[in-house]
């Protein structure tokens, strides 16, 4: 293989490793690239939640001592398939319904998961436990690839 053959080939590897959210780290509240302004996959982080982007959060705040529900909605007229990572923020951590093979805990975290398939349009839903109306839910998501991401966030409702 030439050397720009190689070059090229190495360039598009890390591209790909850029752009999965297995690669963003778990992080705190105060250290998250999942916040707005920051930066992710060479781009910045841009609130999703003002444009139509397909996707939609919700939050619902279980009773006191029950997990509450998080759902991830993608819409059939998101055009491209995507991956998305989530976060809770505040009191909680996040568990993944067991069964569900298109998610994934971010390493040693129990605050952040992903998907480890791209997604294309249905409803990933997850837990939460030890979640209270401070908490709240964001998920950061591309369908464009590397050079930024989309965040959309969610407060509780109750349930």
């Avoid at 491209?80 to 909680?92: L, N, V």
């Avoid at 605050?111 to 839903?125: D, E, F, K, P, R």
């Avoid at 591309?142 to 991401?149: D, L, Q, Y």
Wanted: charged share 15%; with cysteine; aromatic share 6%.
């Amino acid at each position: 293989m030439s050397l720009s053959l190689k070059v090229l080939a190495c360039a598009a590897i890390a591209m790909v490793v850029t752009g999965h959210p297995a690669g963003l780290e778990c992080a705190n509240d105060k250290t998250t690239r999942l916040r707005l302004g920051a930066t992710v996959m060479g781009g910045p982080v841009v609130d999703g939640s003002v444009s139509d982007n397909g996707l939609e959060v919700s939050f619902r705040l279980g009773k006191t001592g029950e997990p509450s529900e998080v759902y991830v909605s993608v819409d059939k007229t998101v055009a491209t398939a995507m991956y998305f990572a989530a976060r809770i923020s505040g009191p909680g951590t996040l568990h993944i319904v067991k069964g569900n093979p298109f998610l994934a805990m971010t390493a040693n975290c129990t605050t952040q998961l992903y998907t480890n398939v791209t997604s294309s349009h249905g409803v990933y839903a997850f837990t939460a436990s030890g979640a209270t109306s401070e908490s709240k839910v964001h998920v950061g998501y591309s369908a464009t690839g590397p050079k930024g991401i989309s965040l959309v966030s969610a407060a509780p409702t109750v349930l």
